[in-house]
T-cell receptor
Framework: GAGVSQTPSNKVTEKGKYVELRCDPISGHTALYWYRQSLGQGPEFLIYFQGTGAADDSGLPNDRFFAVRPEGSVSTLKIQRTERGDSAVYLC??????????????FGPGTRLTVL | ELKVEQNPLFLSMQEGKNYTIYCNYS?????LYWYRQDPGKSLESLFV?????AVKQEGRLMASLDTKARLSTLHITAAVHDLSATYFC??????????FGEGTQLTVNP
């Protein structure tokens, strides 16, 4: 079946602009995660959704970052007033259950964000 | 705060040789995952380790978990060039988020 998909694959924007990154999880997966990976580093957790609600948003770096998952499927990560330091690959993952259960996460291809 | 450390961070080895990558973590967990990442690509799940003493093998790779020592190992047997990639361990410390190590960049030379 289809894996996790993310769009766009690449996004170049100017400092101060607003961007939206989209994630389509594996069908039927209730848990969805966003991570950010800087060059040469491991992914860092941003936010976790269980269904429609954000169960843990403690990884969001500041209030310029916001994510939604209104119908419990597709999620959008929104970044306001982008800064050059936001440049990274943004990874989305989904898992069947999450929340303390066996939690193998399946990752999408990522969106490479470049802020000029 | 959960910390995950991998070593070595860079590993250059010859084809046919054996080596081990180590993953240490700082708080109690019995769920650990190994992922592979090729340049410019996303993360591919390799192993899921869910209990103390768990051992999983796939081809030339074998992963193990010692929850008492808070240590996982990824052993490479008779390396081949196709294994060249970056390998990450990730620990599930809270039932949701994964905390990743820095990654081990493996290069297998002919």
């Amino acid at each position: 079946g289809a894996g996790v998909s993310q769009t766009p694959s690449n996004k170049v924007t100017e400092k101060g602009k607003y961007v939206e990154l989209r994630c389509d999880p594996i069908s039927g997966h209730t848990a969805l995660y966003w991570y950010r990976q800087s060059l040469g580093q491991g992914p860092e957790f941003l936010i976790y959704f269980q269904g429609t609600g954000a169960a843990d948003d403690s990884g969001l770096p500041n209030d310029r970052f916001f994510a939604v998952r209104p119908e419990g499927s597709v999620s959008t990560l929104k970044i306001q007033r982008t800064e050059r330091g936001d440049s990274a690959v943004y990874l989305c993952a989904s898992s069947p259950l999450g929340g303390g259960s066996y939690n193998e996460q399946f990752f999408g291809p990522g969106t490479r964000l470049t802020v000029l | 705060e959960l910390k995950v450390e991998q070593n070595p961070l860079f590993l250059s080895m010859q084809e046919g040789k054996n080596y081990t990558i180590y993953c240490n973590y700082s708080t109690t967990s019995d769920r650990l995952y190994w992922y592979r990442q090729d340049p410019g690509k996303s993360l591919e799940s390799l192993f899921v380790l869910l209990s103390n003493g768990a051992v999983k093998q796939e081809g030339r790779l074998m992963a193990s978990l010692d929850t008492k020592a808070r240590l996982s190992t990824l052993h490479i047997t008779a390396a081949v060039h196709d294994l060249s990639a970056t390998y990450f361990c990730a620990v599930d410390g809270s039932g949701s988020r994964l905390t990743f190590g820095e990654g081990t960049q493996l290069t297998v030379n002919p």
